[in-house]
């Protein structure tokens, strides 16, 4: 079982950046598929990104893409999510997770663990 762990989250202002970790416990992280959702007030969960399990490959919503970049190191068992040119609409709940299997799913149902969600909250 992997447990994960999120923090970097805070309060910035708009046009600003935040990197969020995911520290994970697991013998099998580099084996894993690991990904971001997040889940903004009234709103339900939204895939953010993902990543493979050796960080070759990457996927991420439109609505991110060009602005946050995920990464993952092996050795220190970490997932990261660098956000760069925060908007208000980013505002959310961040969490991280993982799957077995190769597939950057964006489905939520398709991954098996989830950390406790670090708050991000971007002030115009």
């Known amino acids: 079982q992997v447990q994960l762990v999120e923090s970097g989250g805070g309060l910035v202002q708009a046009g600003g950046s935040l990197r969020l970790s995911c520290a994970a416990s697991?013998?099998?992280?580099?084996?894993?598929?690991m990904a971001w959702f997040r889940q903004a007030p009234g709103k339900g969960n939204e895939f953010v990104a993902a990543i493979s399990n050796s960080g070759g490959r990457t996927k991420y919503a439109d609505s991110v893409k060009g602005r946050f970049f995920i990464s993952r190191d092996n050795a220190e068992t970490t997932l990261y999510l660098q956000m760069n040119s925060l908007r208000p609409e980013d505002t959310a709940v961040y969490y991280c997770?993982?799957?077995?299997?190769?597939?950057?799913?964006?489905?939520?149902?398709?991954?098996?663990?989830w950390g406790q969600g670090t708050q991000v909250t971007v002030s115009s």
């Open positions: 697991a013998r099998t992280f580099s084996s894993i598929t």
């Open positions: 997770t993982w799957r077995f299997g190769t597939d950057l799913s964006e489905f939520r149902s398709n991954y098996d663990y």
